[in-house]
């Protein structure tokens, strides 16, 4: 009998332990769910005022792009967010400025309404963070190491007229034409001290107008160098820039950075190649220049490590023009369906033909060449399906770093 009583209790208090496991996972459930809501009325109070003025005629349902469940202008605001958060706020973002993408509707002219739906959304996420990390326990991300802003110099802001395509820049910067900023990480850091390291970035103020009446300033910023004397090795992972006290989304060159220093090692964090050219990040600025500019970097990792550099890969042979967009090429067999005899998407781009390719590369800087872009732009893929494999775009950037030979 005493056995049963036992057993009987035992029993009950499994039950109740069981219960109130079950109760605060459903509490987390529920609470996690509040997050949630708040981030889709961050959304409706931010990016849907805009959708729903530009982007109803196709990004709903029963719209134009009903079949491929883009619907984050729709009527349904449970069903916009949701589909919001899969196609990303970079690629709405993104085509909302591209004046090709819808024309009349699309277009440097949304910039304005852009930037304060997404001021709206960047506050509503870290609402959401914190929200989280209260329910779950979980630490939120640190901040990102920041610079002080150091002023730059538009003195001598040259004009650069041989354009290769609408919006990029050809080669014709001259080192004279760039000039340097510093940043000493023992004094210029907030919140983190690097003793005996520096940080240097230069840029350049370019007229890249179609005349001398008609202006469009660009802000370019490259070679972003580290010179570590610290004593030990040193962990660098994204990078970001500041202009003016803002931080500028929209350029992600320097977001790939993911490296190690060691003592005594000096390194342009975005060399395109070891005896040439950085990697550049393009700012547009618009038809005036409204001086004074400050400049401001942002580190998402930035700090000591104990941690070994990685072992540097060894250098491959360039790949020849015929190995990528030849027959059988690894670039033809991906792309020669919309660009090749047939069909010539892209204003008559032909990836068969040497004398169409060379029309979107800037022989000797895959960074600034629009085939190159394309391929790696997450944003908007190409091709649209999605990217090419990384191998085969790096080895699009090796050719193009490489001159661009017709070999």
């Not at 004074?292 to 890969?313: C, H, K, M, Q, R």
Request: charged content about 15%; glycine content about 8%.
């Amino acid at each position: 009998m005493i056995n049963k009583v036992v057993l009987s209790l035992i029993l009950l208090m499994a039950m109740i332990m069981t219960y109130e496991n079950c109760g605060k996972e459903e509490a987390k459930s529920l609470s996690l769910a509040s997050c949630t809501l708040d981030l889709q009325k961050g959304f409706a109070d931010s990016y849907y005022v805009f959708t729903k003025q530009k982007c109803s005629g196709c990004h709903r349902e029963g719209g134009a792009e009903d079949t491929r469940g883009k619907y984050f202008a729709d009527p349904n605001i449970s069903k916009a967010f949701s589909s919001f958060q899969f196609v990303t706020e970079l690629k709405v973002r993104t085509f909302a400025v591209d004046e090709t993408h819808r024309a009349g509707v699309t277009g440097p002219a949304n910039q304005q309404l852009i930037d304060v739906a997404r001021a709206a959304w960047v506050s509503a996420n870290a609402k959401y963070t914190t929200c989280k990390s209260a329910v779950t326990g979980e630490a939120p991300p640190p901040p990102p190491a920041s610079t002080v802003e150091k002023p730059t110099d538009v003195s001598g802001t040259p004009r650069i007229v041989n354009r290769s395509a609408p919006g990029y820049v050809a080669p014709g910067l001259v080192n004279a034409d760039f000039k340097t900023l510093t940043w000493n990480f023992a004094s210029d850091l907030n919140g983190t001290v690097l003793n005996n390291t520096t940080f240097t970035m230069r840029y350049a103020f370019v007229d890249n107008g179609p005349s001398a009446t008609d202006h469009d300033y660009l802000f370019i910023v490259s070679n972003p160098t580290i010179i570590n004397n610290s004593g030990a090795n040193i962990k660098v992972k994204t990078i970001n820039v500041k202009l003016n006290g803002s931080q500028y989304y929209d350029g992600t060159t320097f977001n790939s950075v993911n490296t190690i220093l060691t003592n005594g090692q000096s390194r342009d964090l975005m060399a395109v190649t070891s005896t040439t050219s950085s990697a550049t990040m393009v700012v547009r600025l618009g038809k005036t220049l409204t001086p004074p500019y400050t400049l401001g970097i942002l580190f998402d990792t930035l700090g000591t490590t104990s941690e070994a550099p990685p072992v540097e890969n060894i250098p491959v042979a360039v790949p020849t023009f015929t190995s990528l967009f030849g027959n059988g090429g690894s670039v033809r067999n991906s792309c020669v369906g919309c660009h090749g005899p047939t069909v010539q998407n892209g204003n008559g781009f032909r990836v068969d033909s040497y004398a169409s390719v060379i029309t979107r590369v800037q022989a000797g800087n895959s960074a600034g060449s629009l085939l190159y872009q394309r391929m790696t732009n997450t944003a908007a893929p190409m091709p649209p399906a999605g990217l090419l494999p990384a191998a085969t775009a790096n080895n699009v950037k090796l050719w193009i770093d490489a001159g661009a030979p017709n070999n």
